[in-house]
């Protein structure tokens, strides 16, 4: 059917329970194979016909039709509204200097936190998998935070334990580090937000490792450096990067947490969500619909990627066992 | 090197994670109990907290029997383009909540597709309570289908066609079999979806208009407070929220749990 060949299920179903928030990024393997058992029993006939199970058309039209209402419909007016523009009035309104700054600062302070959340997330998830700890499941319960704190609240509290008299500002400000209103205010912010995606992807992948391949390589007589640079970490790439790429695409839409930070002076710290809000607080609807338009093209973009992503991770895991 | 990569990864989450979260409990207590309970029983609190349950309350079970019949749909049949349909249900994740909120306002506000006949019949649903309410099943749409998809595809379709042979009408199929199988994937998937219901920010804040004790839910009601520099009562009402949050990773958590266990029980039923 969709997976020309059947994976086989790698490791325990649970594991996949606990990352699964953050991304579909497993269940993947053996769901397409159960779907496929399912294929099984409607193959003899004709389709509808052999059927054993009810409800297909109710279930799948009411499925539908409450997509494209709620979401394709809408969506799809984005597109039409910028149709409404010739393509030399799109390039300018989406290439004009305000908003080529407000790309920059967005798409560079999402990769840079993408980047911390990288490292530090492979840390965290590391130290989680591996190591026992007093208060570990209380910390490995803590790290969704993000995802559970409402955006707003995030950035009222990190614009007030930054700002020049709050808990760190105090300390950071003194040195010549001014984070409150500034775009490194935006990196806090959406490294904050980005936080949970690298753990939750990596730690699944780290849980199902087979501790035989370590120690094979260290009776080969590996050092454990060398251990984890070739064999721990080949097998948790791809994870890693799909964990880099959802946190990267969550940050690029981020609003909530990052305006109470960033200070938005236009050409500073002004992000492209924002931009568009200013262009709609100012009736200018054309022109914030152009650059939703851009921005959701490039969403589309690293969805598609990330979904070729959690294949790869899928099938890198799926060689092991 | 065990106790400094520990030792590491606690002064990131610390810093990143539990200061944060204290500070807002912190600025919120820091002039006394009375300031603050003055701050979240204020009328225009009030009213931020009703509409802000009642956007949870119509969002979350709309998405819920979407979810469902979506994982149904999904799970226990084959059918052309359902990689496409998987795809497309969790395309409002990848898209900003600005964004989310741009659309509707390109639909239903004065000068979108509808706004001229909406006016003629004097519906408002842009700067009012329906369009806070659409943005917020947007934003929240596939929270519960991506939990119960996959969950309903490993269990495959056995147990539901033995039930059908034996003469189980549909509805009795999904209510006795389908759904205990289910139950702690769908409570999984609604605590998500209501946290994020009632923390929505970017998309309500698009098509709120900031109408204090008409259109305001929690979180507007806190940024409104914050740009008008009453900290305290901004940070009273922001930590009703991370309280919702801290229940909401309890409530998780355990829930979680309970899933891991009953996949492993009746998931290898097959």
């Keep these: ?321 | 090197m065990r106790w400094l990569l520990i030792a590491a990864a606690l002064a990131f989450l610390t810093l990143f994670l539990f200061v944060p979260l204290a500070f807002v409990f912190y600025e919120a207590l820091k002039k006394g109990i009375g300031v603050y309970v003055a701050a979240i029983s204020d009328p225009d609190a009030l009213d931020a907290i009703r509409l802000t349950l009642l956007t949870a309350a119509i969002a979350v079970p709309l998405n819920l029997v979407f979810g469902v019949a979506a994982a149904w749909a999904i799970a226990k049949f084959s059918f052309p383009g359902k990689n496409v349909l998987t795809t497309l249900i969790d395309l409002p994740f990848s898209v900003s909540p600005v964004i989310a909120g741009l659309i509707y306002v390109l639909i239903f506000g004065l000068q979108g597709w509808l706004g001229p006949w909406l006016r003629e019949h004097d519906i408002r649903i842009i700067f009012a309570v329906p369009g806070i309410v659409l943005a917020t099943i947007f934003v929240t749409f596939p929270f519960v289908a991506r939990e119960l998809i996959p969950l309903m595809q490993a269990q495959g379709t056995e147990q539901e066609e033995a039930a059908t042979v034996l003469g189980a009408s549909g509805w009795q199929t999904f209510w006795r079999i389908t759904l205990p199988n289910v139950t702690w994937g769908l409570l999984y998937g609604v605590i998500l979806c209501n946290a994020r219901a009632m923390g929505e920010f970017g998309a309500v804040s698009v098509v709120s208009g900031h109408i204090r004790g008409a259109t305001n839910t929690l979180p507007l009601q806190a940024e409104i407070l914050y740009n008008e520099y009453q900290f305290s009562a901004a940070f009273a009402v922001a930590s009703l929220l991370a309280l919702l949050a801290l229940v909401t990773l309890v409530l998780k958590y355990f829930v979680g749990r309970r899933a891991v266990d009953r996949q492993h029980s009746a998931g290898h039923a097959p």
Aim: glycine fraction near 8%; hydrophobic fraction near 55%; charged fraction near 15%.
């Design chain 1, 1 to 321: 059917m969709i997976a020309p060949i059947m994976i086989p299920d790698p490791g325990d179903p649970e594991a996949k329970i606990a990352g699964r928030n953050v991304a579909r990024s497993d269940a993947g393997g053996r769901s397409r194979a159960a779907g496929d058992a399912g294929a099984v029993a409607t193959r003899s006939g004709r389709r509808s016909a052999r059927r054993v199970l009810p409800g297909f058309g109710l279930s799948l039209g009411y499925t539908l039709v409450y997509l494209c209402l709620i979401v394709l419909i809408p969506l799809s007016a984005a597109f039409f509204k910028t149709a409404q523009l010739t393509w030399p009035e799109f390039v300018a309104v989406v290439t004009a200097p305000r908003v080529m700054a407000s790309y920059r600062l967005t798409f560079g302070a999402s990769f840079g936190a993408a980047a911390i959340n990288t490292v530090f997330g492979l840390l965290v998830a590391w130290v989680l998998v591996r190591y026992r700890f007093p208060g570990r499941a209380l910390v490995d319960a803590l790290v969704d935070l993000p995802f559970a704190l409402p955006t707003a609240v995030a950035g009222i509290a990190l614009a007030g334990l930054f700002s020049a008299n709050g808990w760190f500002g105090s300390l950071l400000v003194p040195l010549g580090i001014t984070v409150a209103f500034t775009p490194l205010g935006v990196l806090v912010a959406l490294t904050f937000i980005g936080l949970p995606f690298v753990v939750r992807t990596v730690q699944p992948v780290l849980e199902d490792l087979p501790r035989e391949l370590e120690e094979a390589a260290a009776t080969l007589g590996a050092s454990r450096w060398e251990c984890f640079r070739r064999v721990v970490f080949p097998i948790v790439l791809p994870a890693l990067l799909t964990g880099f790429a959802l946190a990267f695409a969550r940050a690029i839409g981020e609003y909530g947490s990052v305006i109470f930070i960033a200070g938005n002076m236009p050409m500073v710290s002004e992000i492209t969500p924002l931009l568009i809000i200013t262009k709609l607080e100012q009736y200018d609807y054309t022109g914030a619909t152009a650059i939703a338009v851009v921005m959701l093209v490039i969403s589309f973009t690293l969805l598609l990627a990330i979904n070729a992503l959690q294949a790869w991770t899928r099938r890198r895991q799926g060689a092991l066992t």
